[in-house]
């Protein structure tokens, strides 16, 4: 039986296709844009097409993320919180905290042993600590987002980045340039930005390893590796991190079948 | 939702009290207004006959109608940062448009002051006194670090002493004696009728929810120690108590009690309460409302026991008292979950939640959610983000309601 996630985030749409609530057979990530009821269709149809499915085959549909209330094709919407959740137990089952990381929020989220949220924070009205802080850093710096996290691998120290508001942290950035400071040190700081303002969230709730890291983010290495460092703990990341939330959503829907 | 008819009482009630305040203030001479804070001595000023009024009701109320935004960048315009309290931001605002839902506050005569809310009243009720050019009388209530003791219960009566000559100089009235017993008898009525008002919600289910009691708050607040307000409260509780027996809801099908705490959020009732009932969640109690419910005023000794009140308010207590207080409120009204309200503008009220919040879910063992926003500023508050967290969370309690 085939089921269907749909996260529509603030940044890019994720759809993924489940078998009997055990095998992804198809997923796609794609920009979200002007029309997002299109690049959704779009981001639906590869999924299938991955999976050898069509769209008649699916027996029901959840959309999570900050567009699910607009997604006419579910048949239920539910909050990211719990779809993460979902996603992260299902992929790494031993996950007790997971971080997630998105383009215009981070959350973090706690899980019983059985996988379910006990509690949850995310950032509030502040774009530092998520992924549209890096986006802003990567156009002042000319340096391709994808690329962060092997350029700071390269990087000898982790420079101070005084200002957690994004656009001071901008003009900072500009002037470290100006300062002729290795642009592998300034990323590097960048992620320890983000990882100080995450585990800062993440320590309103107790963090209990294992810690699972999710959301487009988790791709950057140099995020992990900051995390890591600035909150003594070890990282996991799950397969296709950033579609964790549509997996959740996927196993829902297939959740209601049963009901 | 039910059907209350004593909401109309409730408007003729405040509309009234605005309109003869406001026409007093400028028609009739011998009328004697003072602005008074929250947390304010008002029995006093009701036993003197002089008018009393709340900028912060009116700040409420200004939420409410959403002229929140505007009204408080008048006072940015002047140069008060926006950090500050967004009801002493719409005071100035107000004071120097004279727009509001109705049409500003009557000038007044004197102010009085209290500051066992928080800080922020000093320093307003002074920019405002210099602004009128009227007299500041303040009453100090030391925040009760180690609980409530003797010394501060006599510390304040004492200002007593030295408060009533003063209002009675600037107005040229005298306070009697048994007009003063009058108004504590009264005043306690309606603290006593005000809590059991309340109380009808430990009813599963409960007949009102908090966006219900939020309104009905009003005359506790503004008229307390009037006869109107007994009379009124009497009614509503009489309202509530035949819900009851008929099993009539405030939610439809009530599926999740939830305690709140801190101010309401004045421009977003209706949609929270629909999003809220729309879960089936109720929200059945709070600390803000509750805080008018607990006081004792006796008769007989209406400056001891007022002291005694007005020194160990909600506010003024500290934050071991104000997690025993909203556990209490919890287990009374057999709750599933409590959402705290950080509000941006109220430092006192939502200082330490992250603490209390943790403590209060240990004692209880019940989940709980913080939402940032503040009560009039709608500039801090985030549909789509309180929306999404008000879903995780009931979500959360739905998994756990169905694990049990
Ligand atoms: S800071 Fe809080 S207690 Fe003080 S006036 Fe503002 S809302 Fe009221």
Known sequence: ?259 | MPKIDSNKKLRNLMKKYYVKAKLGAKYWPFTKTCWITSGGPVEILIAMGITPIYPENHGAMIGAVKMGVELSGEAEKLGYSQDLCSYFRCDVGQAVTQKSPVGGLPRPDFLLCCNNICGTVLKWYEVQARYYDVPLVFLDTPYNYDGLNDDIVNYVKEQFESIIPEIEKITGRRLNEKKTKQVAQYANEGIKLWNEILSTCENVPAPMTCFDAFFYLAPIVTLRGTKHVVEYYKGLKKELEALIAQGKGAVENETYRLVWDNLPIWYKMRRLSKTLASYGACLVGDTYTNAWADNDINPDDPFGTMARAYASVYLNRNVDAKIENFTSLIKKYKADGFLIHSNRSCKPYSFGQFDIKDEVSRRTGLPGLIIEADMCDTRAYSDEQIETRLQAFIETLKERKEAS
């Not at chain 1, 979200?32 to 699916?58: H, M, P």
């Not at chain 1, 509030?124 to 600590?129: F, I």
């Open chain 1, 1 to 259: 039986m085939i089921t269907l996630g749909i996260d529509l985030g603030s940044n890019t749409i994720k759809t993924v296709v489940l078998e009997d609530g055990r095998d992804v057979l198809g997923s796609c990530v794609r920009k979200s844009g002007y029309d997002t009821k299109i690049i959704t269709d779009e981001c639906v149809r590869e999924a299938l097409s991955q999976a050898g499915a069509k769209f008649d085959d699916i027996k029901k549909i959840v959309a999570t993320g900050y567009g699910r209330v607009s997604c006419d094709i579910a048949h239920k919407e539910i909050s990211e919180i719990t779809c993460h959740g979902k996603g992260a137990y299902f992929r790494m089952p031993e996950a007790r905290t997971i971080i997630d990381i998105g383009g215009q929020d981070s959350k973090v989220i706690s899980l019983s042993d059985n996988g379910k949220v006990i509690d949850f924070v995310m950032n509030d009205k502040c774009a530092a600590g998520t992924g549209r802080f890096l986006e802003v850093m990567a156009t002042a710096l000319g340096v391709a987002l994808d690329d962060f996290g092997e350029i700071s691998g390269k990087a000898d120290k982790m420079i101070d980045i005084s200002n957690t508001c994004t656009v001071f942290a901008e003009s900072e950035v500009i002037s470290l340039l100006a300062r002729r400071e290795p642009v592998e040190n300034i990323i590097a700081g960048l992620h320890k930005s983000i990882a100080s303002r995450v585990l800062a969230l993440a320590s309103r709730l107790r963090i209990q390893e294992p810690v699972v890291l999710t959301g487009g983010v988790a791709k950057n290495l140099g995020i992990k590796r900051a995390l890591e460092t600035v909150g003594k703990i070890n990282i996991g990341i799950p397969v296709s991190p950033q579609t964790i939330g549509a997996l959740g959503a996927a196993l829902h829907a297939y959740a209601l079948t049963l009901k």
